[in-house]
């Protein structure tokens, strides 16, 4: 599916830098265009997502995504970080919660929630 993503949205027009993920969520860091909102890049992605997985019918129930999304801005020193981050979700997980390595990756600020 991650791989769907980042292509679906590169076929988009959007600049995806990574996008990984565990079973009950997904990180996608992506260059935002003067002319892009968060709001619709969350929407194209779960949207395309979500379509494309009931599409293929991988899930014996229909698949869709929860209400609600977290965005955060990444300065440019911090870029590498939060690659390095997103990459090695599996092993970041394993013995933190999500919240824990926010505090922990300490280079984003949080620009929108919501739930």
Do not use: R
Not at 12 to 20: R, Y
Not at 24 to 35: E, G, P, Q, R
Not at 45 to 58: A, C, T, V
Not at 77 to 89: A, L, T
């Amino acid at each position: 599916m991650f791989k769907h993503i980042k292509e679906d949205c590169e076929a988009k027009g959007m600049q995806v830098v990574i996008v990984n993920g565990i079973e009950d969520h997904v990180h996608c860091l992506f260059k935002m265009l003067a002319t892009q909102n968060v709001a619709e890049i969350v929407k194209q992605i779960k949207g395309g997502s979500s379509h494309w997985l009931n599409e293929m019918k991988f899930l014996k129930e229909p698949f869709q995504w929860q209400d609600g999304y977290a965005a955060y801005s990444v300065s440019p020193s911090g870029v590498e970080k939060v690659i390095d981050y997103i990459f090695k979700q599996e092993q970041h997980h394993s013995n933190k919660t999500f919240e824990q390595e926010m505090e922990a990756l300490n280079v984003i600020d949080k620009i929108a929630q919501t739930g």
